[in-house]
């Protein structure tokens, strides 16, 4: 069994610290950290020694040094890199791309997504 199989990269996080009794009394808000906001680096899934397994846990990076460490099941979302579209093997159209044509599979251009 593999712990990770997505082998994307992960692009950001939102963490919640707290649990539910303060949900009403709002005591923990959540914590969200990405990619290229805030110092961020990385983010990567790793595993930490735990009593009886190994846990799934998910460290914060800015360049080397570690911002900060959770426990996955504290993890409310976790948002991926997109992934790159891969080149058409046709010619572009005759008008060639559009200034707003990223080629990543988010792009919303006319020619990747004809209204």
Not at 46 to 72: H, I, N, S
Request: aromatic letters at 10%.
């Amino acid at each position: 069994m593999e712990t990770h199989p997505i082998k994307q990269p992960i692009q950001g996080i939102t963490v919640w610290n707290g649990n539910s009794n303060l949900v009403e009394v709002g005591a923990y808000e959540p914590e969200a950290y990405r990619i290229g906001f805030d110092g961020v680096t990385r983010i990567e899934a790793c595993e930490k020694p735990g009593e009886y397994c190994m846990l799934p846990y998910v460290r914060v990076w800015t360049g080397d040094l570690c911002l900060a460490e959770f426990a996955q099941h504290k993890l409310v979302g976790v948002y991926f890199e997109p992934e790159l579209i891969p080149e058409p093997q046709s010619e572009p159209p005759a008008t060639g791309f559009p200034p707003d044509h990223t080629g990543n599979a988010n792009c919303l251009c006319d020619v990747c997504i004809p209204f």
